[in-house]
């Protein structure tokens, strides 16, 4: 089996010069063989950027685009194909957005070699520990405590055990901070899990210090991502200082800067996401590390149905890890894209048992929101 061609589709919700937020807009990776087998991948970051990476024709033996790689090559061969990309694309990006496109391919490869074996992902990757994980929902806040009571309240409903917010006005001012995070702690109540996310916006350790002393009442189960993620002296005395666990790690690519994170860092909880961290295959380098840094890790994920599929067989092979993030997006490219997205029911999702990741694309969605 070879592979025959590698198609890249650019997504996107409003139309170009409108505002796109988080979950409205997506590339998909097709990758397609000679024995008529197509492995699906996605990658979470800009789509056209993907694009160019995987299209562009090579300039230098360090300057290839992915599908010069990868065309003929068996596509069964995963981690030599991993490190022939990451080695032919090094003019790119070994780091961002290089391996934000690697880790659509390595997600696509794992798709074909499962429906090739006609296996679910988790088998190949040694076997599952646990037929569900427990789900997390993640929200954007509204602009007032009282909205997002109301949001908190449908999601308790739904059944989630567990929420996180981020996004939107959070971290703009601290007034307000306190509001809607006191607000989302009455109405979920005192033994309810609450994570916050800052998305760095409170910038210095300094002021995430102050933050997080002024919070204490809420009991916050994580803070992530309070400052950047360049900042891992921040970080390590972050961590040293507060209670509730500091997170980071969802911009971080390859296991080598996850090693830096962890030994300098020394964050509480690392969150690599599949579709930019370098794909399935890297994301099992960074679990080994976090169980050698004995650190938690529960990965990020606010995309497509193709990540949480992804996510869910990932998060089923390893032994000590068991939550997974369950993005509250209305898009419809979160809620379509995948017609038989993996559904969040009484606090769970089932891990798939087809082949390959499992995953249905629509094709109507597709057509309809396709930039290019």
């Given at each position: ?337 995948v017609k038989n997205q993996i559904p969040f029911e009484n606090g769970v999702i089932k891990v798939p048992e087809a082949p390959g990741l499992g995953v249905e694309l629509d094709e109507d969605i597709i057509e309809k929101y396709r930039m290019i």
């Amino acid at each position: 089996m070879y592979i025959t061609d590698v198609e890249v589709i650019c997504l996107r919700v409003p139309p170009r010069g409108k505002i796109c937020v988080w979950g409205e807009d997506a590339v998909v990776v097709r990758i397609h063989t000679d024995e008529g087998i197509t492995g699906v991948g996605e990658s979470d970051t800009s789509p056209l950027v993907v694009k160019s990476i995987i299209e562009t024709p090579n300039s230098n033996l360090a300057c290839f685009g992915l599908k010069e790689v990868l065309l003929g090559k068996n596509p069964l061969e995963i981690e030599k194909l991993w490190k022939e990309m990451y080695e032919k694309s090094n003019y790119l990006g070994r780091r961002g957005a290089g391996i934000h496109a690697i880790s659509a391919v390595d997600i696509a490869l794992w798709d074909i070699a499962g429906k090739y074996n006609n296996k679910p992902v988790y088998e190949l990757l040694g076997g599952k520990h646990r037929d569900e994980i427990r789900a997390y929902g993640t929200f954007i806040p509204a602009d007032t405590p009282e909205e997002n009571r109301a949001i908190v309240r449908k999601l308790k409903d739904k059944g989630f055990t567990s929420l996180k917010f981020g996004g939107g006005i959070l971290g703009d001012d601290p007034d307000t901070d306190y509001d809607i995070i006191k607000a989302v702690r009455e109405e979920a109540g005192e033994g309810f899990e609450l994570q916050i996310d800052l998305a760095a916006k409170w910038k210095t350790p300094e002021h995430t210090l102050m933050m997080a002393r002024r919070l204490e009442e809420f009991n916050l189960n994580w803070i992530e991502e309070p400052v950047g993620s360049d900042d891992l002296r921040g970080y390590r005395d972050l961590g040293d200082s507060i209670k509730p666990m500091i997170a980071g790690g969802e911009t971080l690519t390859t296991a080598y800067e996850f090693e830096s994170f962890l030994s300098i860092g020394k964050p509480d909880l690392i969150q690599p996401d599949i579709t930019r961290c370098g794909g399935i295959t890297e994301a099992r380098k960074i679990y080994d590390l976090s169980r050698e840094y004995n650190v938690k890790l529960v990965p990020h994920g606010f995309s497509t149905g193709i990540l949480i599929a992804a996510t869910a067989h990932f998060l089923a092979s390893c032994e000590t890890t068991d939550l997974i993030e369950y993005s509250q997006s209305t898009s419809p490219l979160f809620k379509h894209l995948v017609k038989n997205q993996i559904p969040f029911e009484n606090g769970v999702i089932k891990v798939p048992e087809a082949p390959g990741l499992g995953v249905e694309l629509d094709e109507d969605i597709i057509e309809k929101y396709r930039m290019i």
